[in-house]
């Protein structure tokens, strides 16, 4: 699995130019104004006016500012799930920041471990820590006799940093502007431009609210000038309202939201209208799931993946420790990548959730958590016994005393208590030492807490340092 993060969401970032008409000067006088505009970032490259010319708004005769010329998105409705950038791989990069016990991003994280492909949308470390970068310019426009031509640029690295809580229904964004550089003509520093985030629902696109509805007005005003001195802004809500999630359990209260970046320029000497572009968005699911803490804000999509490791350092110190799931996660490992091993007239048949292509669906096929749903035993211990005996619980030959593990889950939907006849998706079970099962059990629900999990997420299970690999 690759130790970076990439983007849930492949495209190219789009600002969405809100410019109403723009009066320019009548023939044969000279008039200079500016536009907003965006670049991908390249951690190794810094753009010139011809990178910026290329996505610039164009200007028509009688002023209209068009939006900026951009790559059609790719097509992203049901993409495979990619890997995500995952701390247990690299625990010691934690963030600097205050609220680092969620394993949050850091600027240099979000520049430096991001996938450079797309370069300029969203990326995420977990379901806490989001973030975005790009090139912010603002661009100078020399018009003549009604026509216009890009003759300067002046542009600063963009870092967005999203923080999600399990303290509460909020969520807060950092803004980061640096390493500032310019490009043909001056472009005024006098020049006035505002930050802000918006917040609307997924589908409806209605504004949010807040716990202090309406939402207050958050945005900062600076010049250019300004901005290169102290390009830091930061923005934080409890938001209300939202969408609501039909897929979701009605107990854990869902509702989602997304948010933007939005940058506006304003002409003070007024013979202009004001610039506004919203950048790229950030979906936010908001739950009170009182099985998680009651009350988080995340970002869902991110890829879940669980984590166990089949060459445990403890097991090898010792067996017995209430901390070594030795049995199980081989187990699980069988299970996937041997199914006939473990299950009798099993050809054509698989277990889904691991982390990797099914070879009989050729795609990913992911475990959902049940919380709600039934999680009985009946069916998987009548199965142990019919395998391992009556009295699997103590017949094991060194003595030690068994538990009748099932993979899938029975805390997911895909557990033999909702096995789906005629499918080619199944479930097996073992019987195994009840250390180790327990062991497991205890893994599973700590990381549906630490990670958020709720009643029908969807999550994989990624067995790490295994004899061989599969995928």
Partial sequence: MSRRFVAAVIGVLVATTLLPQQALAAPHTKKTFTAIVALPYQEDHIPTLADFTKV?????PDGRVGPPRATPRKDVSNPNPGPTYDAYLEPDKKSLNALAAYDYLTKEECREQALPEPADDWAFKNHFAACQRFRYGVL???????????????HARATILGFGTQDGRNIQFE???????????????????SFNFVCTTPSLELPCTSQSNPIPDMSVTKTLEGWEQDGFYRYAINPTGGESDSNTHPLDNVHKYVFA???TQTYLDGVAPSQTVNFESVLVRCDNATYITGRQCLFPEVTAVLHMDYDQDICKVNVDS?????????????????????????????????????????????????????????????????????????????????????????????????????????WAVKALYSVHNQSAGRLYAAWYRADGIIDGDPFYIQIDNAPEFVG
């Fill in 175 to 193: 803004l980061y502007l640096d390493d500032w550089h310019s490009d043909g003509s001056t472009v005024d520093p006098k020049t006035v431009v």
């Fill in 140 to 154: 100078r426009y020399d018009c003549e006799d009604n026509k216009c031509q890009q003759t300067g640029v002046r």
């Fill in 56 to 60: 610039a708004p164009t200007v028509s």
């Fill in 322 to 426: 209430t901390d070594c799931y030795k049995q199980s996660v081989e187990f699980i490992y069988t299970a996937m990548h041997h199914l006939d091993q473990v299950k009798a007239d099993s050809e054509g048949l698989y277990v889904p959730g691991g982390f990797y292509e099914q070879p009989w669906t050729g795609r990913y096929e992911p475990l959902t958590r049940n919380y709600y749903g039934t999680q009985s035993r009946t069916i998987v211990r009548a199965e142990c016994a019919r395998l391992f005996g009556a009295d699997y619980a103590t017949n094991a030959p060194d003595g030690k005393p068994r538990d009748c593990d099932e993979y899938p889950f029975a805390s997911t939907y895909q557990s033999a208590n909702f096995d789906t006849i005629g499918t080619a998706a199944t």
């Fill in 261 to 263: 970046l939005r940058s």
